[in-house]
């Protein structure tokens, strides 16, 4: 039976080098099977806007494209996933990204005894510089924009809450080099770890449309 028609969807985890389309295709995908999407990335910008001590920690880090520490990352998302709204599975966007944080993940899915399908969004460097360059970021909602591809109706104003759209502080082209670096480094060895255990990386072109490339998900997980 199809995963979307039984009462438990599991986790979905969603990789993909920055600006691959990760957090337009989960906040969708999320929608389309009612399980929430868990950003790590979201949850922290959601802390330096609410300026908290983790995310006055995070700032400078963020703003140089460098990862933030496990330790914390994991304390953040472990709170996130014992909502109650989880229980049927989520969507991860961003996490686990380190060595450190998929041993985690790995302790937290088994016991909560999730299927696990994980998939990866691939993207071209030339396309990736243009979508982080384009990209504007309600902060009051998370509604992703795109100057190029997905423009607001009015310049710099979200279309859903109406909330004047800001550039991310790590979408700087400086910062981009780093963010690259910590996924080729960081983060793509650890799809050895699922890999070892069974799991096959789903591969998705994401340089097609968004709406193709969420048809593409939506498919893979309707038949698997
Ligand atoms: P995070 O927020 O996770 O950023 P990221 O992984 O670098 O990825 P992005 O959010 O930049 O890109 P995306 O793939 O979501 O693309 P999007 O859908 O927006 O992390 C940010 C930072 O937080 C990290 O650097 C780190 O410091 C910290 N952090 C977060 N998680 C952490 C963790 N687990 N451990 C340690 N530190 C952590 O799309 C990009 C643009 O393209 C948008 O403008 C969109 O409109 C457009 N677009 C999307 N799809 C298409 C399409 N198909 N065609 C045309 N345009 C498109
Ligand atoms: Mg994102």
Do not use: W
Not at 70 to 75: F, K, P
Not at 142 to 167: E, K, M, T, W, Y
Not at 186 to 196: A, L
Request: hydrophobic letters at 40%; a neutral charge; glycine letters at 10%.
């Amino acid at each position: 039976m199809s995963r979307l028609a039984e009462d438990r969807i599991g986790a979905i985890i969603i990789f993909g080098p920055p600006g691959a389309g990760k957090g337009t295709q989960a906040r969708r995908i999320a929608a389309r099977c009612g399980i929430p999407q868990v950003s790590t990335g979201d949850m922290i910008r959601d802390e330096m806007h609410r300026e908290t001590e983790l995310g006055r920690k995070a700032q400078n880090k963020i703003a140089a494209g460098k990862l933030i520490g496990d330790e914390l990352v994991n304390a953040l998302a472990t709170a996130r996933l014992a909502q109650p709204d989880c229980e049927r599975g989520f969507l991860l966007d961003g996490y686990p990204r380190t060595a450190g944080q998929v041993g985690h993940v790995d302790r937290l899915l088994q016991s909560l005894g999730h299927r696990t399908t994980v998939i990866e969004i691939q993207i071209g460097y030339n396309e990736l510089i243009r979508r982080i360059t384009g990209r504007r970021l309600c902060p009051k909602c998370g509604a992703i924009f795109n100057i190029h591809s997905q423009p607001p109706a009015i310049s710099d104003v979200c279309d859903v809450c109406h909330a004047r759209l800001v550039v991310r502080t790590d979408d700087r082209a400086e910062v981009i080099g780093e963010r690259l670096r910590a996924y080729e480094e960081e983060t793509r060895p650890i799809f050895e770890v699922f890999r070892n255990k069974g799991e096959m990386i789903h591969a998705v072109q994401g340089e097609e449309a968004e709406e193709v490339v969420f048809e593409t998900i939506f498919g893979l997980l309707d038949r698997i």
